[in-house]
Every structure is written in C-alpha cells, then in structure tokens.
C-alpha cells in the first residue's frame, strides 16, 4: 500500500470494519431489544455471565471492550430484572462477583440460539473456506497494534 495515498473512508479499514459490524449485528440487535428490551451494553454484560460465569464487573469492562460506567448501569439494570445477582468477595469488600440467576440463564439460552441462527444466516453466502478465513482475519486484526497505540 503507497504511503501517499490520499485518505477514502470508503476505504479506511477501520470505518469498513465498524460498517461491517453494524449490518451484520442490526437483526440481531433488533430482535433483544424488542423481546428483552435491552440496551447492547446490557446484551454485552448478559452474554459475558452467560459465557464466562462469575465475573466481577471490571473483568467484564476489560473482556467486553465496555467503558466501566456502561457496564455498571447494565448491571443495575439487569440486577433490578432478576437477572444476576451480586456477591461481595469474601478476601476483599470492594470486590464484587456477578452471575447470572436461573431466569437470567433462560434469557442467555435463548438469545444463544437466536445468535447461532443469525450468525448462521450472515454466513450462508460464502463458503467453509471463506468463513475460516474470516474469523481467523478477524482474530488477528482485534490484536493488532497500531502506530496510534504507542504514542
């Protein structure tokens, strides 16, 4: 690629990849808010639990890529819905444990088959090969350092 190429930001990776995200997350992202009326940072904290099991909301931020105020107003949210619950730490006061409740699981199962149907509908149009290639870009773009990064 030529260094004196001028700026297109049809072609800056960033905004194609974020476009991307967006049209491929948009059905999803309609179906949880409709049924569950949830926020992403909501969906976001859910799946994570769901996922993962007992986190504290700082390893949620971190994992999630969510800013910590974001996760905590999803937290209280979710916690006014009956759907985790918080433990103090019993070594450390401040720290604070998250899980799912039996109700939570049941929206996180739900919304884990809706998600493998929509992922499976956003890969219908191209081949085995093409998926795994995708994913494994994908995998090496989100670890990738940029000149921005070490300023």
């Known amino acids: 690629m030529s260094k004196n190429r001028a700026f297109d930001l049809q072609a800056f990776l960033p905004y ?7 049209a491929a997350s948009a059905g999803f992202q309609r179906f949880y808010q409709e049924r569950y009326h949830m926020t992403r940072p909501q969906w976001r904290v859910l799946v994570h639990l769901g996922q993962f099991g007992d986190m504290t909301a700082s390893a949620i931020a971190r994992k999630a890529g969510l800013d910590k105020t974001k996760v905590s107003r999803a937290v209280f949210d979710l916690e006014q819905r009956g759907w985790l619950i918080r433990q103090r730490d019993g070594r450390d006061r401040r720290v604070e444990h998250l899980n799912l409740t039996g109700p939570g699981q049941t929206v996180f199962r739900e919304l884990g088959k ?5 992922d499976a509908a956003i890969l219908a149009g191209i081949t085995a090969e093409e998926e795994t290639l995708l994913r494994a870009v994908l995998k090496k773009l989100a670890h990738v350092e940029t000149p921005g990064d070490r300023a």
Do not use: K, R
Request: glycine share 0%.
């Open 114 to 118: 809706v998600a493998v149907e929509h």
């Open 16 to 22: 194609c990849l974020n476009q991307a995200a967006e």
